[in-house]
């Protein structure tokens, strides 16, 4: 795994519509140095350029900004960078706009009084190939998704290979690639996606992303059979 240092850091490039906004993310980064900014834009459509331009490791973006809003500018930035991160730094704390920016192919959904240590955290991580999102993020959508009793109930028991395919969603992959990664078919990783959305009572890719991500340690520990 790389290793990034002052001489080798992550490149960022930022958006925010609010001079104020970006200059605290600059003062929450500044204190590692192995983060540098390389430029900031203040609407979308300067995002996009400014990616095309600097080529960067990740982008971090707002969600509101003007001519172009940030999961609009994620969309157009993974579907021509995918191997790109980018996160989105928001005070929007509800499951529309979640569902929107994974759709879009976020690699994690801040918000935004997040603290300098997660920030950087969650920097590294998406580097590693991890999904990140703030704790009260996932607080907010597991009460409005998961049912109460269910923090009750009997563990789901998954398959392996169901397990693999879960794993592999909360990464963010999609079918043709989970496909492509265990050798399978794309039918029959649909079939698998289909069947865990069944077990656990749910109606749409958006919603199994969702769910793979807040439970994913929770499912890489129960029981699972062949």
């Known amino acids: 795994m790389e290793e990034f240092s002052e001489t080798n850091p992550i490149r960022i490039v930022m958006a925010d519509d609010h001079e104020v906004v970006r200059a605290g993310i600059r003062r929450l980064l500044s204190v590692d140095k ?5 430029d900031e834009a203040s609407n979308g459509k300067d995002l996009v350029d400014l990616v095309k331009y600097h080529n960067p490791d990740v982008v971090l973006t707002d969600i509101m900004m003007p001519i172009q809003n940030g999961i609009e500018a994620t969309l157009e930035i993974k579907e021509k960078y995918n191997f790109m991160c980018v996160i989105m730094l928001t005070a929007y704390e509800d499951s529309f706009h979640l569902d929107k920016a994974l759709s879009a192919g ?3 959904y801040l918000s935004k009084d997040v603290g ?13 190939g991890d999904r990140v999102f703030s704790k009260s993020i996932i607080k907010l959508t597991q009460k409005k998704y998961i049912p109460e009793d269910s923090y009750e109930s009997t563990p789901i028991i ?5 397990q693999e395919i879960l794993n592999l969603v909360s990464n963010g992959k999609t079918s043709a ?18 069947n865990l959305m069944q077990k656990l009572g749910i109606k749409n890719a958006a919603g199994l992303a969702r769910y793979s991500i807040i439970n994913k340690d929770n499912f890489q520990t129960n029981k699972h059979i062949d």
Do not use: P, Q
């Not at 192995?34 to 390389?38: P, R």
């Not at 300098?116 to 920097?123: D, G, N, P, R």
């Not at 690639?177 to 289909?194: G, M, N, P, Q, W």
């Open 116 to 128: 300098a240590k997660e920030l950087i955290e969650s920097i590294h991580n998406v580097m590693k």
């Open 34 to 38: 192995s983060i540098k900014i390389l």
């Open 158 to 162: 998954i398959t392996k290979r169901e």
């Open 177 to 194: 690639e989970i496909a492509d990664k265990l050798f399978l078919s794309v039918r029959t990783v649909e079939s698998h996606r289909y």
């Open 106 to 108: 976020a690699d994690g």
